[in-house]
């Protein structure tokens, strides 16, 4: 339990430090321990090992770009930050992740080299998620192809899923999470909540995004799998007593 605690601890310190940066930011994706940025040379034809290594974050926003892939630099102030869009590119070399954003012809080719490998591995899958969505999203609005419900029904739709998982206890940091999310697309329907006027207005591709990144949240999906074992064995009890009740 303590662990939990000062994990949660250390993703709200580390949330903060990202707003003071871009107070844009609403939440953390993925947080990776620590990396080092090189860069490809291209007249060298190799890659050069630049001055700037720390903790690597994909932050989520609530505003276009809807994701950043963040580097907090340890040796100095300078920041890495990067906009994460459907043409964003990322591929394994060895022990480094060679990133581009392919709409750019000007943008220099980098690589993140990751102490952990599991981390690595834990961020290409997220970010690779989050790109293929944000892409399929893009060719949406662009195609107009897809047609899509009333934005109020959808909000409802997220606030209606996001309100059943009244699991645990308030205390809890992913309950919390949890509900404050569902107040905050709940406010954006129209409902009855105690948020002020400068609440977030979610638009479509928002709430499409907000709901991506939840279902990517493994605290989410534990969430969700709690309360389909929960309604599971009520199902199973009641139907156990409705069979001890015919065979008397």
Do not use: C
């Not at 919390?176 to 979610?202: P, R």
């Amino acid at each position: 339990m303590a662990a939990v605690i000062d994990s949660e601890v250390r993703r709200q310190a580390n949330l903060r430090s990202l707003q003071r940066i871009d107070p844009k930011i609403q939440d953390l994706g993925t947080t990776v321990s620590h990396v080092v940025l090189y860069e490809w040379s291209t007249p060298k034809k190799t890659w050069e090992k630049k001055d700037m290594e720390g903790s690597l974050f994909v932050a989520k926003r609530r505003d276009s770009p809807m994701f950043k892939l963040i580097l907090l630099n340890r040796n100095s102030n300078e920041n890495l930050e990067v906009a994460i869009r459907g043409t964003f590119q990322m591929t394994k070399r060895d022990q480094i992740v060679i990133f581009r954003d392919s709409a750019s012809t000007e943008e220099a080719i980098r690589g993140i080299w990751f102490h952990d490998a599991e981390e690595r591995d834990n961020f290409l899958r997220y970010v690779e998620n989050v790109v293929k969505a944000i892409g399929q999203i893009e060719e949406m609005e662009q195609s107009k192809a897809v047609e899509t419900k009333p934005e109020k029904d959808v909000v409802n739709a997220g606030t209606a899923l996001l309100a059943t998982l009244n699991l645990g206890s308030k205390s809890d940091s992913t309950q919390t999470q949890v509900e404050a999310n569902a107040q905050k697309i709940e406010s954006a329907a129209g409902g009855d909540t105690n948020t002020n006027n400068n609440s977030i207005l979610l638009d479509k591709k928002s709430l499409q995004l907000s709901l991506l990144s939840l279902i990517q949240d493994e605290r989410f999906l534990d969430l969700i799998h709690a309360q389909y074992i929960k309604v599971s064995n009520a199902r199973n009890a009641r139907e156990q007593q409705a069979s001890k009740g015919s065979e008397k």
